[in-house]
C-alpha cells in the first residue's frame, strides 16, 4: 500500500542518516581507518601505495579526503579500487611540511631551478611521538664544488637543523636514490627540524624531490638514534654522497657520520666488498705518477685522514690473521680504519677483498676532512659504493 511504501522509504533515510554519522565518527576518530560513503561500508587502512602515473609513493585515501589536500594529486587507485593514491606535495621554494609521505619539490619542478635563493622547509611532527623523519632523495642535484673548494659544499648546498641531536652532514651535487634519517626530538611537541636549500647564481640547472616519512619510536624501520643513514635486509649497498654516475664524480668534504644496517634474524656477521661500477673504493692516496698502481691503505697509521671505520674489520671470515699494517706488528687479525684505492685490510694490497665484521649494531662510520690535496689538481676520490652481505651465525 501508498502507507507502507512511505514507511519504508523513512526508514531507509534514517538508516542512510544514521550511517553517515558513523562514517563522520569514524574519519574523525581513526587516522588509520576510513569509512568514506555510507553506499560503500568499506573499511580500508591508509596505507601506502604507488602512483600509476608518476611512480611516487603516496597514501591510500577516499577521493573527497585526497581532493581536500593541499598540493594532492590522485595518482591511481587502491584498495581493491574502493580508495585513491593520494600523493601529496610541497612545490616551491621553502614551506611547512605537516603531512606524512609528502614530496618536497623545487619551484616548477621537473623543469629546472635556476634562481639565487634560500629554500627552508620546516618539517613538522604529526605528534609529539613521531621519533625521525626520513628523507627519500627521489631526484637530488645541485651544482658541486671543485677541487679548489675542497668538495665542501659552499655554491650550492643542503643543510639541516636538528635542535636536540647532532645534524648531518651539508650535502650538495648528485644525489639521486640517497636517504637520511633526521632526529625529530621525540617527546618535545613544539620543537621541530628544517631543512634548507641554498642555491648560488642563476646558470647552473637544479633539481629536487624528496619524499618526506614521519617515524614514531619503536617501528620496524626505526634506526638508532645517531645513524644517519639506515640499511635492512640482507642484502644491499651503501654510497656515499655525490658517489654520481661515474668516475668523474668526488665524494664531498667536511662528512663525519654514520651508516646503520639492521641485523637480520640469525645474522653473526657482515661483509663488505666494493661494487662493480668503476673506482667502487677511492678515498685519499693519490696513486703514483705516471699510471701508478691503485693500493689498499687500513690501520690507524694507512689512513690518517678521509676513511671508513669498520670495526674489526678482516678479510677472513674464519678469523685468520690476514691484516698487514703500516708499522705493524704484522700479521694482524683486524683492522678498524680502511682508505686507499683498494678496500682490503692489507696494506699495499692491489686487490679488493671482501671486509667482515663481528660487532653488534652492524655500522660504518664515516670520516672525510675538508683539506682535499689540491697540489696536482683533482685526486679522483670519488668515495665508495660498497655492497653488503650478512652472514648466519
Known amino acids: 500500500t501508498t502507507m507502507d511504501l512511505i514507511t519504508v522509504c523513512s526508514h531507509f533515510w534514517l538508516i542512510l542518516s544514521l550511517l553517515e554519522v558513523i562514517a563522520d565518527n569514524r574519519t574523525n576518530g581513526d587516522r588509520n581507518a576510513k569509512v568514506f560513503s555510507p553506499f560503500q561500508l568499506t573499511n580500508f587502512p591508509n596505507n601506502p601505495c604507488i602512483g600509476s602515473s608518476t611512480s611516487l609513493t603516496g597514501t591510500c585515501y577516499s577521493t573527497s579526503e585526497c581532493n581536500g589536500q593541499e598540493g594532492s594529486y590522485a595518482d591511481g587507485t587502491c584498495a581493491s579500487g574502493f580508495g585513491t593514491c593520494c600523493v ?47 628523507l627519500d632523495f627521489v631526484v637530488f642535484s645541485l651544482d658541486v664544488p671543485s ?10 648546498k643542503m643543510e639541516f637543523t636538528t635542535p636536540s641531536a647532532k645534524a648531518p652532514p651539508t650535502i650538495c651535487g648528485y644525489n639521486t636514490g640517497q636517504h637520511m634519517y633526521l632526529d625529530a626530538s621525540e617527546g618535545l611537541s613544539g620543537t621541530n627540524p628544517a631543512m634548507t636549500i641554498t642555491t648560488t647564481g642563476t646558470t647552473n640547472e637544479r633539481f629536487w624531490q624528496i619524499r618526506v616519512d614521519q617515524i614514531y619510536c619503536g617501528e620496524y624501520h626505526s634506526p638508532a638514534q645517531d ?22 664524480y668526488h665524494h664531498l668534504g667536511s662528512h663525519d657520520y654514520t651508516i646503520c644496517i639492521r641485523r637480520e634474524e640469525g645474522q653473526c656477521k657482515i661483509g663488505y666488498i666494493p661494487s662493480a661500477t668503476g673506482n667502487s673504493f677511492y678515498l685519499s692516496y693519490r696513486p703514483g705518477t705516471n699510471g701508478g698502481t691503485f693500493r689498499a691503505r687500513s690501520g ?14 678482516t678479510n677472513s671470515l674464519s678469523g685468520e690473521s690476514s691484516c698487514i699494517s703500516v708499522n705493524g ?19 699495499n694490497s692491489v686487490t679488493n677483498s671482501w671486509i667482515y665484521s663481528d660487532v653488534l649494531p652492524f655500522r660504518i662510520e664515516v670520516e672525510l676532512n675538508g683539506a682535499e690535496p689540491i697540489d696536482n689538481g683533482d685526486n679522483k676520490n670519488r668515495g665508495f659504493s660498497l655492497d653488503y652481505l650478512q652472514v648466519s651465525c
Open 227 to 248: 645513524c644517519v643513514q639506515y640499511f635492512t635486509g640482507m642484502t644491499g649497498t651503501i654510497q656515499s654522497f655525490n658517489y654520481g654516475v661515474n668516475d668523474d
Open 300 to 313: 690507524e697509521d694507512g689512513c690518517i685522514a678521509d676513511f671508513i671505520t669498520i670495526p674489526r674489520g
Open 329 to 347: 706488528p704484522n700479521p694482524t687479525m683486524h683492522q678498524f680504519r680502511f682508505c686507499g684505492q683498494r678496500l682490503n685490510c692489507a696494506v
Open 88 to 134: 601529496l606535495r610541497v612545490s616551491g621554494c621553502g614551506g611547512d611540511v605537516t603531512r606524512n609521505s609528502t614530496h618536497v619539490q623545487s619551484t616548477g619542478y621537473s623543469s629546472p631551478y635556476k634562481e639565487a635563493a634560500t629554500c627552508t622547509y620546516n618539517l613538522i611532527k604529526l605528534d609529539s611521538e613521531i621519533c625521525f623523519f626520513r
Open 147 to 156: 677541487s679548489a673548494l675542497q668538495w665542501v659544499c659552499s655554491t650550492d
